[in-house]
């Protein structure tokens, strides 16, 4: 028996650009519903700025009523104070969805990389190449797009194994 088929919003979090793509689950078959690009105007403040990000989700969860999100984790880098941004651009994309009801999970870049292909270590080229491979449809315009498009298919890859084990977790 087929499941129903889901639409997942998957989300590159960043303070100058926001990923965000939207795809379609059905069993193991994936589409492409839409992606694009969340931009803040740098001449901002921080506050400001991360407002522009939360009405950029928000716009994307009213217009595709996606039924579960997916984000990608941060990396720590040498400058502590871009990581620091990096984490409040993050933790808009984790709070958008979940005002919104929906279940959020995340992912380490490394898992995304792996997932979509095959090399923890990939770059944005072979990772934009594999989304046009995956799914032919899709006008990932630009790396951070394309990016949130491969959290999207992680999630659609591993959401049935994060349930089991909620479900396993529930009942010990």
Sequence with gaps: MLEPPVHILGIDPGLRRTGWGIVTSEGSRLSYVASGTIVSDEKLTLAERLRQLHAGLDRVIRDFSPAEAAVEETFVNKDAQATLKLGHARGIALLVPALYGLSVAEYAANMVKKTVVGSGHADKRQIQAM???????????????????????????????RALAGSFLVQS
């Design 131 to 161: 989304i046009r491979v995956l799914l032919p449809k899709a006008e990932a315009n630009g790396a951070d797009a394309a990016d949130a498009l491969a959290v999207a298919i992680t999630h659609a890859h591993h959401r049935k194994a």
